[in-house]
Each structure stands twice: as structure tokens, then as C-alpha cells.
């Protein structure tokens, strides 16, 4: 598989430097990473209006491979953020949650994340996200890294 991958990262704009270290371990991992979210890279003078907000959003989440939603205590208060995942499901992406590092006890997820996620990964399992980056499955994890409890796995057997 390429180790080119265009991204969308929706975030809270405080959790930035999370992002910048994701990208960065990304990056040391061999992975050329292209973000198309706006963080601290991309930072403008004048606030856009609402509609170009949302239009810049809806075509930088076409523009990724894959989505990807960096949680932390205050993501789920975000105005925009049910919007990028609702958004990044009608356009059919994959939807990932990553917890923030810190984030090993509960914290609230995003409505439109319960609703909508394909997959859910601690901090420390960003090998997983290297999976599914690369369209390999993985399962669904808990803040810590662990599995969820109970562990539900279909496996489906003609008879």
C-alpha cells in the first residue's frame, strides 16, 4: 500500500498540538500525511463566514482517503465537529476516533460519533490507525487501549 495519505482531522482547536504529534508520529512511521482539517498550519487572519466554513469543510473531507476525529474532554462541545462527522458519513468515509493522549478515563464522545464511527483506538494504537490507513480491520478499543467489555465479534459460518 502507499504510505501517501490524505487526512482529515476534526478536532477542538485547543487540542492542536495533538494533532501536530499525531502527524508527526505518522510521519516517523513513513507515512507522507496530508491534512486537509484546518490546525495550526493553516491559520487565518479573518474568520470566514459560516457557509464558506461549511463548503471548505465539505470539500476537505471529500479530498480525504480517510476520516479521522481526535477526541478529547471538550471535542463533543465543538459547533462543528457533529458536522464533519455527519458530513465525512454521507460522503461514505471511514470514520476513526482517536482518544487524545490523557484521555484514559471517560470523556463524552461527539453525538454524530456514536452514531457513525467505524473505528475507535487509543493514543498509544496508532499502529492501528496505520492498519486501517492501509484498509485492514481492526477492533474497537477504549480510551486506555483496551477492548471493550464484553468483546462482541460476529463471525458468521454457513451452515
Not at 9 to 23: A, N, P, T, Y
Request: hydrophobic letters at 25%; one cysteine or more; aromatic letters at 8%.
Amino acid at each position: 500500500m502507499s504510505k501517501s495519505k490524505n487526512i482529515f482531522i476534526s478536532h477542538h482547536g485547543e487540542d492542536d498540538e495533538h494533532v501536530q504529534r499525531l502527524k508527526e508520529r505518522l510521519k516517523n512511521d513513513g507515512y507522507d500525511v496530508r491534512n486537509s482539517s484546518v490546525d495550526s498550519t493553516k491559520h487565518q487572519e479573518v474568520r470566514p463566514s459560516d457557509d464558506e466554513i461549511k463548503r471548505d469543510l465539505q470539500d476537505g473531507i471529500n479530498w480525504a482517503g480517510t476520516f479521522i476525529c481526535l477526541i478529547g474532554e471538550d471535542t463533543h462541545t465543538r459547533d462543528w465537529v457533529d458536522f464533519e462527522i455527519e458530513e465525512a458519513f454521507n460522503q461514505d468515509k471511514p470514520i476513526v476516533g482517536i482518544f487524545k493522549h490523557g484521555c484514559a478515563n471517560s470523556v463524552e464522545l461527539p453525538e454524530a460519533f456514536k452514531k457513525y464511527r467505524t473505528y475507535t483506538i487509543g493514543w498509544n494504537s496508532l499502529d492501528k490507525l496505520e492498519d486501517i490507513l492501509d484498509g485492514k480491520h481492526v477492533p474497537h478499543e477504549n480510551p486506555n487501549g483496551t477492548s471493550p467489555n464484553p468483546p462482541y465479534e460476529i463471525h458468521r459460518v454457513p451452515c
